[in-house]
């Protein structure tokens, strides 16, 4: 069974562009969750998308957004991006979204904006 | 709103030696506990959980940790490491509750020395 993909592994951007983050999903988990991690931050949350509705959103700015698609993949979109936002960010799923659950995480993309 | 704090960043320790990672959380109601490890260029990996139950807590690789209340805490422990424990652990509070965010510490450094 195919773990939580997320693509792309890398990607380079500069200051002011917008950078797309793509994620796949365990087959059947519904629920996916945005993490950044930042060198000494730990994970901060980001998002968190179950049945194509975001339920849940932490302390970022208006440019972080995100998309659930009907086959429950999703995308994170950074807009206007800054060089603070150089981060691993990780996307996770699990299966309902429900307190306690376990969280599967992909291996991350690595964004670095110059 | 919940948050955890680990206090130690980087945690040394001779192979074969016992390891204790601390965490510490802050919630005005039930939680749920978690750790999870990051083995380099990974995502997370759920070590273990406590939901509810018995305050000893046992995991994968031999780790274990111990729910308490009265000290709000929940430290990780494993009797002998191994090299292959060598990585990054990270505590992680949540709510009881539907659609509550997992709160991660900003995780613990272990080195395990030969």
């Known amino acids: 069974e195919a773990g939580v993909t997320q693509s792309p592994t890398h990607l380079i951007k500069t200051r002011g562009q917008q950078a797309t983050l793509r994620c796949s999903p365990i087959?059947?988990?519904?629920?996916v969750y945005w993490y950044q991690q930042a060198l000494g931050l730990g994970l901060q949350f980001l998002l968190w998308?179950?049945?194509?509705?975001?339920?849940n959103r932490g302390n970022f700015p208006p440019r972080f957004s995100g998309r659930q698609f009907p086959n429950y993949s999703s995308e994170l979109n950074v807009n206007a991006l800054e060089l603070e936002d150089s981060a691993l960010y990780l996307c996770?799923?699990?299966?309902?979204?429900?307190?306690?659950?376990?969280?599967?995480f992909g291996s991350g993309t690595q964004l670095s904006v110059l | 709103a919940q948050s955890v704090t680990q206090l130690d960043s980087q945690v040394p320790v001779f192979e074969e030696a016992p390891v204790e990672l601390r965490c510490n959380y802050s919630?005005?109601?039930?939680?749920?506990l978690f750790w999870y490890v990051q083995y380099p260029n990974q995502g997370l990996q759920l070590l273990l959980k406590?939901?509810?139950?018995?305050?000893l807590v046992k995991g994968i690789n031999g780790f274990e940790a111990e729910f308490n209340k009265s000290q709000t805490s929940f430290h990780l422990r494993k009797p002998s490491v191994h090299i292959s424990d060598t990585a990054e652990y990270f505590c992680?509070?949540?709510?009881?509750?539907?659609?509550?965010?997992?709160?991660f510490g900003t995780g613990t450094k272990l080195q395990v020395i030969p």
């Open positions: 992680a509070v949540t709510r009881s509750g539907g659609y509550q965010k997992v709160t």
């Open positions: 087959s059947g988990h519904t629920s």
């Open positions: 996770a799923s699990s299966l309902e979204g429900q307190g306690g659950e376990k969280l599967f």
């Open positions: 406590y939901l509810s139950g018995s305050t």
């Open positions: 998308y179950d049945e194509g509705e975001e339920r």
């Open positions: 919630s005005s109601v039930s939680v749920y």
